[in-house]
């Protein structure tokens, strides 16, 4: 007896032809954008995200949790108020891009991937011009630790703006933020060794108006990089960010 294929089966193949058919022809028509790929390494390692000038401009509200987390750290009760210390959580945006250690960008099909050393973590930023039906990155459903990043290019920098990011990560090792806050990130390279990230920080609840900081990293050669768990870390009582 010859059995008849699935139903399902030849909807499947060609919704999957659909869909490459639309990565295909969406990575043809993308235009040449600079390339960033490389290993790079934040040129001075820092555990605060500093104003570009000024202090932070916390709302009274912002500066009331500041200063419960500050207490809570002195406390050393670092899951109540940080979750990356105490369970190895990512960091999240921007707080993931201060890591100490190195870490690789790559470029596909108009998505901005950077790969870090520290836990393997992972992060993309959507450049692309996917149709929205294939738009596979950051439906933004709900909060997330990384939020949604959706990116478009401005001549030689990626400008990328993420959202929807969970309020239980923070903007350093003490800053908060709500679930309502932007981070916008102009990406560029300054030379062919130096990679600059300028970040705008904008969460009207916790800080008076807009403000900006600048992170630098210098290219490093490439080179596999090692195991590094931070569950590991926490276990042999080590900083979970190294210094």
């Known amino acids: 007896m010859i059995k008849s294929r699935p139903r399902h089966s030849i909807g499947a193949v060609l919704a999957g032809a ?8 969406s990575a043809a028509a993308q235009p040449a954008t600079p390339n960033l790929e490389g290993v790079w390494k934040i040129a001075t390692p820092t555990n605060t ?11 009274e509200e912002g500066r009331k949790q500041y200063d419960e987390n500050k207490r809570l750290q002195a406390k050393g009760a670092y899951d109540d108020y940080d979750i990356t210390l105490s369970r190895c959580s990512s960091p999240g945006t921007p707080r993931l891009m201060l890591t100490p250690e ?12 950077f790969d870090f050393e520290w ?20 439906a933004g459903l709900v909060p997330a630790i990384t939020g949604t990043a959706k990116g478009h290019w401005e001549g ?10 969970s ?4 903007l350093d090792d003490l800053v908060p ?19 600059e990230d300028r970040i705008t920080i904008e ?18 050669p490439a080179a596999l990089f090692p195991e590094d768990v931070c569950l590991d870390r926490l276990q042999a009582h080590q900083p979970v960010f190294p210094q």
Not at 18 to 25: D, E, H, N, T
Not at 156 to 165: F, P, Q, R, W
Not at 204 to 210: L, V
């Open 18 to 25: 659909l869909v490459a058919a639309g990565i295909a022809a």
């Open 49 to 59: 995200l500093k104003p570009v000038s000024g202090d932070v401009p916390f709302t």
């Open 102 to 113: 190195r870490f690789k960008i790559w470029q596909q099909l108009g998505v901005v991937t």
């Open 119 to 138: 836990n393997r973590a992972i992060r993309q930023i959507n450049a692309s011009n996917l149709p929205p039906q294939v738009d596979f990155i950051g």
């Open 156 to 165: 030689d920098t990626l400008v990328a703006e993420s959202t929807n990011l």
């Open 167 to 170: 309020e239980r990560t923070l």
């Open 177 to 195: 933020h709500t679930v309502d806050m932007k981070v916008t990130e102009h990406i560029r390279l300054v030379d062919h060794d130096t990679l």
């Open 203 to 220: 969460d009207p609840a916790y800080f008076t108006r807009p403000w900006d900081a600048v992170i630098t990293y210098k290219r490093q």
